[in-house]
């Protein structure tokens, strides 16, 4: 690619954002580039017809058919799974995401959930809502043992801001021989996971949802963790069994939960989940970062200089095909 890369920006957006900041964005870091926004289906099935570079959230297979010289699409999440990657592959194109965009903001909710927790502000806020001056046990997050599964991006940000508080950490991967940031690392097998639940204190889940990790955490694992146990899931919510948990919560297993994805999701209005005073509930939000759409522009704009370079497109930031 020697001549200057025309973009597409596809019409749907994330976290509420315009999607014209994150055009915007790639502008200010290309600004010899013809930057465009399809606001209507029809428009972007017009211009992805001559755009060499696509990025957006999803595409599909029909749109995928009018790409005409499609070379690079890059996917605004850090999942991939939910595109037609056998497509893309058969075309050809090159696919990046987003690996990395939500690391410093969702290793801040993790240990605004963990902290809240430890030092019970969840009892506190129902004391003020009741205008009750009555004091409360707390809890020290410090000497704590923290079981993070997931070490990518989010998981190494968790760690990072864990290191302070003097906790011990246990990650877990599916290559352990790879090591990685905690102070131990294991893999999936039954009998490490569950000696390493038996120690956690606080179980944050930061994976991605697989055939491996889906149902991770039911009620075997909720009976293996101790009774003073927090979960904390920034993953997706079919990690964990939702009947399990509610048992789990109901027959005081474990000490509470911060959720940020749920199954199902959203959580309708009368399911029980609600209905716990030490559960913590965001609807999906922890990725919310007013930093998103730039460090994504960050990704895309370092791609299409490093192509101008070298003419390759073997070698890119945060590449997942070829």
Excluded at 141 to 146: D, E, H
Excluded at 313 to 320: A, C, P, S, T, W
């Amino acid at each position: 690619m020697t001549e200057p890369t025309d973009v597409l920006v596809l019409r749907k957006g994330t976290h509420a954002t315009p999607v014209e900041e994150y055009a915007e964005a790639i502008r200010d870091r290309l600004p010899e580039t013809t930057v465009r926004i399809a606001k209507t289906p029809a428009e972007e099935r017009e211009e992805i017809r001559t755009a060499r570079v696509v990025t957006g959230m999803t595409i599909d297979e029909e749109l995928l058919g009018a790409a005409a010289h499609l070379e690079i699409f890059a996917c605004a999440y850090a999942g991939t799974g939910h595109l037609p990657l056998e497509a893309l592959r058969e075309r050809g194109v090159t696919v990046t995401n987003a690996s990395g965009v939500h690391g410093p903001n969702i290793g801040e909710h993790v240990l605004g959930s963990i902290l809240a927790f430890a030092r019970r502000f969840h009892v506190g806020r129902r004391r003020q809502e009741r205008r009750e001056w009555r004091h409360y046990r707390a809890h020290e997050l410090q000497g704590s043992t923290v079981t993070i599964v997931g070490l990518g991006a989010i998981g190494q940000a968790v760690c990072d801001r864990l290191d302070p508080f003097g906790v011990e950490t246990i990650g877990v991967r599916y290559s352990p021989e790879k090591g990685g940031p905690t102070d131990e690392v294991i893999g999936f097998e039954d009998d490490p996971f569950h000696d390493a639940l038996a120690r956690t204190d606080y179980l944050v889940l930061a994976c991605p949802l697989t055939a491996q990790t889906r149902g991770l955490v039911d009620t075997e694992e909720f009976v293996t963790l101790p009774p003073g146990a927090v979960v904390v899931n920034v993953a997706r919510g079919p990690v964990v069994d939702t009947e399990a948990l509610v048992g789990a919560l109901r027959s005081g297993w474990i000490r509470g939960a911060a959720l940020d994805v749920t199954d199902p999701e959203p959580l309708p209005e009368d399911h029980p989940l609600w209905g716990f005073g030490n559960v913590h509930i965001t609807p999906h939000n922890a990725g919310h970062t007013p930093d998103y759409y730039d460090r994504l522009a960050d990704i895309l704009a370092g791609n299409v200089d490093a192509i101008r370079e070298t003419g390759r497109y073997d070698d890119l930031e945060n590449q997942v095909l070829p």
